[in-house]
C-alpha cells in the first residue's frame, strides 16, 4: 500500500489541538502573508532558493509515504546548508519565542528530505518571523543531525499510519472499480459518447474544452464518467465539479450515485456554505460560544477516520450527522474531507473569487487538478461580481458618527481622509452622475489601508465596544476590496457614482472583462471543461472566458428533431412600440394556450412589461395566470412550480433570467408550450454602456457584447425549459421581429434551423394544430 500526501497535510494532521476560534486576530495576515513571504524572499542573495521541491519516499509497516512539498528556501553558508521555513506575524517581533511546535515540524521535514537527498549529515533549520507591518524579520536557529531527523520523521508518520491505512485502502478501491467502470446506462444517448470521448482526450492532453451540448444530452454523467476513468489511470489527483446554483450540485451527487450502483467506490463531497451549514442559530467560530469549536481539534482526525472508512459521497446530510456524532464544525469538517476526497462538488467562488478561494488547495498544493465547469455560461457574470467591490460613502459617515471623539481621534483622522477623498474624485470628475477610468486611485486603497491597520488594533485590544461589529464589518470590506483591487488590469474600470436619490456616492471597482483572471487561474487545473446547454456563440464564450485555446465541441439535439417546433412572430417589443403592441401579444397568448389543454410558460422581458400586459389579459380574458413575484424564496419557488402537475392546465408568467429561466425541470405533459417575448436584452444602463465602450475600444462590436449575446443566452436558457427528455414534446414560440433577422439566425444552435414565420392568428392555430396531431 502506498499513500502520497503533502508535508503541510501531514504535520496540520497529525500535530493539530484544541479549539477553533477565529474571534480577531491577526487577520491582516489574509491580505499581506503571501507578499511578505514574497518580500524576504526576494531580499536575499542569489544564493537564496525559494519555494525549493522536495520528495521523500519512507516504507514503514508494509506502508510506502509519499510526501512532498516546497521548503519556503535554501541556501549555503560554507559547508552548510540551511532550510527557511517563514512565518508572517501581526505580533510584536520582540515578544516572539521559538516554541511554535507546528512551524519547526514543518521545517524539520523539508530538512530531512533535503539531506537524504544530498546524503548530509546534518543540516541547519531557520525559522523567521516576518512582521506584516514593516516586514522586519526574526530569526531562529536549530541545527540538527540526520539521525535526529529521521526520528522525528518517523514517529511523524507512525501517528499517521492508521489514518493513512484508510487512505490507501481507499485509493486501491478507487483505482481498481474505476478501471473496470462502465457507463451507467445500456447505451449512449445521441451526443454522449462523442462528449465522454471528448472530455477524456482534453485531460489526456492536457487541454482546455468548450461543450455546447443542448437540454437533454446528459452533459454531468458524460462529463463526471471519463473524468473519473483517467482518475482511475493516474491522469489527475482529483476533480473539481464546479456549480453555479445548488441544483446542478444535486445532479452532479445523483450521477455519481449512478456510478456507485455500477461498483465505483469513490469519495465525494459536495460543499456547503457556512451560512447553510452551520449548526448554531448563529454563527460564531469561538470556543465560548459554540460546542462544536470547543476541542474541535481533539476529535476531528476520528471524525475524518470514521468519515471516510465508511461514507462515499458525503453531502449536507451526512457531514452534519457525522459532525453532530464526533462534535466538531461541520464547514472546517468538510473542507477537511475535501483534502481527502476524489471529487470535490462546490460553487464556482471556491475556485474564482478571491475572497472565498480554498486556499489549502491552491495556494500549496501540488497535485493535479480538473475542473468541469457546469452551466459554464453562468462564469462570465458570477467572474464580474466576484471581481468587482463597491464602497458606499455614507458607510464611512456611519462609522465616524460612531467613533469617541476623544479616543478615536487617529481613526477618525483617517475616516476623513477617505471621505475627503470621495469628494475630492467627486469635483475633479465634474460632479458627473456617473464616471469612469482605466486608472486606478491607488491614493484611496493607501489610505484605506492605513485606516484598516487601525481598526485591526481596535478589534484585538476593544472587544466589549457598542461598535465592535461595525468595526469589524468596515474592518472585512477592506479587506475584501484590497484583495479585488490586486487584480486591476487590463479589462478594469474604477468608477464613481452618485446617486440623486439617496445623494451617496459610490465608489466602485468594477471588473468588465474577467478573461486575463480567469486565465491564471485555469494554471491552477491540468484540464478545464467547460459545459452548458447556451454558451452560443461560442467564441464570445471562449473569449470572455479567457480561454480562446481551448477545443471546441457543438452537439446536436439528442432527440428527434420532430419533437418540438420553433415559431415566430415579428411583432416589435421595442421599447417604444411596447404599449402600442401589447394588446396584440395578449391576444397571441390567449390563442396559444388555448389551442391545447396543458400547462405554458410566458417569458417577459422585465417585470415591469409582465405586469403591463397581465393587467391588459385578465380583464380580457377569463384564464387562471400564475404570476412571478418579484422577491421569491426558494420555498415560493418550489411550492410555485408544484403547480404544475401531469394534469394541470396552468400558465406562468414569468421573467427572462429570472429563477424559473434556469434549474427547472418540468418533465413531460408537465410543461408542454414555452413563450419568448423580446430578446432578451439587458437595459440600457450605465454599466451596460461602459461594457460596450470597452469592446469597441478593442474592435469588437460592443454593442453585441453588452446587449444581444446576453440577452440571447436568457432566451436560450428560457426556451430549454421545455424539451428535457426523449418523450418530452412541445413548441417554442418566439414573438419579436428580430427572432427572424439573419443576424440572429446564424448565432442559433443547430437545431433551432428551423424556425418558422408566423403572420396570423389562424396561421398559428393551423401550425400547432398540424404539430400536435402529427403526434397522436
Known sequence: MYIKTSVRKLIEFVMRSGDIDNSFRDSNRMVQGIKAHQQIQKSYSD??????????VTEIDDM??????????????????????????TRDLDKLDASNKLHWAQAFCYGYFFAVKKGLKKVRIRLTYVSLDDYRTKEFYKEKSLDELNEFYINLLKEYISFSKILSINLEKRDKTAIELTFPYKGYRRGQRKMSVAVYRAILDKRKLFVDAPTGTGK??????PSVKALGEGLLDKIFYLTAKNTTAKEAIKSLFLLKEKNLSIKAVSITSKEKICLNDEIECNPNDCPFARGHFDRINNALKDILENEDIMDYDVITSYSEKHKVCPLEFELDIALYSDIIICDYNYVFDPNVYLRRFFDESLEDFIFLIDESH??????????????????????RES???????????????????????????GKKLFYYSEKYNDDFDKKLIILSKKLEKVLIDDKKREDYDKIKDMFFEINHHIKVSDNFMEGFYMTLTFDDNSLDKIFEIKCIDPSKVL????KQAVSCI??????SPMEFYRKMLGAEDSLKLHLNLPFDNRNFKLLATPISTRYKDRNKNLMDIGDLIHEFISSKKGNYFIFFPSFSYLEDIYEYYKDRYDDEILVQERFMSQTDRYKFLQNFTYDSEKTAFLV????????????????????????????VSDERNLIKNHFDKINHNGFDYSYTYPGLNKIFQAAGRLIRDEKDRGIIYLIDDRFLWDKYRRLYPRHWANIKEVRDKDELRFLIDEFWNKGD
Open 403 to 429: 467613533m469617541d471623539i476623544k479616543k478615536d481621534k487617529t481613526i477618525i483622522k483617517s475616516l476623513d481622509s477617505i471621505l475627503d477623498e470621495f469628494e475630492q474624485m467627486y469635483k475633479n470628475y
Open 519 to 522: 486565465k491564471e487561474k485555469y
Open 220 to 225: 454531468t454523467i458524460s462529463t463526471i464518467f
Open 378 to 399: 453562468n462564469l462570465l457574470e458570477r467572474s464580474r461580481k466576484m471581481l468587482s467591490h463597491e464602497f458606499l460613502e455614507s458607510s464611512f459617515k456611519d462609522l
Open 530 to 535: 467547460f459545459f452548458s446547454a447556451t454558451l
Open 656 to 683: 427572462l433570467g429570472g429563477i424559473f429561466s434556469e434549474g427547472v425541470d418540468l418533465k413531460g405533459d408537465r410543461l408542454i408550450g414555452a413563450m419568448v417575448i423580446s430578446v432578451g436584452m439587458p437595459g
Open 64 to 89: 510506502e509515504f509519499h510526501v512532498e512539498g516546497r521548503a519556503d528556501g535554501l541556501f549555503k553558508v560554507g559547508d552548510t546548508y540551511t532550510i527557511d521555513e517563514i512565518k508572517s506575524t
Open 47 to 56: 544564493n537564496y532558493k525559494a519555494e525549493y521541491y522536495l520528495r521523500n
